[in-house]
């Protein structure tokens, strides 16, 4: 049971607990290297927050330009906190932020596919990437 659970829209976060929260939740994200996780956090243009008794359980960071597209590049709950609905709701409220008129897209990992359509997301087949060298 979740006891106090409050979601934030921008909180502040700090490197150590995202890396917490990225290595509890089993995204791969590069959880050792905390000076990359706080440009990522000083970079994004909307982070909201699921904290349980103040500890971070689940965060969504996006990249927006308000208008027309927003890329949500972390969706991350606890392994212990998952099934629980928090991840759609952090979904739910990052929509709220961006309104109407903008698209949400996002890159899965393949074990995740399933659970966006069942909150609501449309798979699509049109897309490209170059990936990162480190």
Known sequence: ?????????????HAEELS????ASGIKRPVEDLPRLQQM??????????RAEGRLVGVARAITDFSYCCYLSDLAVDRNFQKCGIGKELVRLLRGELGEQ???ILLSAQEAMDYYLKIGFDKI??????NRKS
């Open 102 to 104: 903008v698209s949400l």
């Open 125 to 130: 087949d049109n897309g490209y990437k170059i």
């Open 41 to 50: 956090i000083e970079h994004a243009d909307l982070i909201i927050t699921a």
């Open 20 to 23: 917490e929260v990225f290595k």
């Open 1 to 13: 049971m979740i006891n106090k659970l409050t979601y934030q829209v921008n909180d502040t976060i």
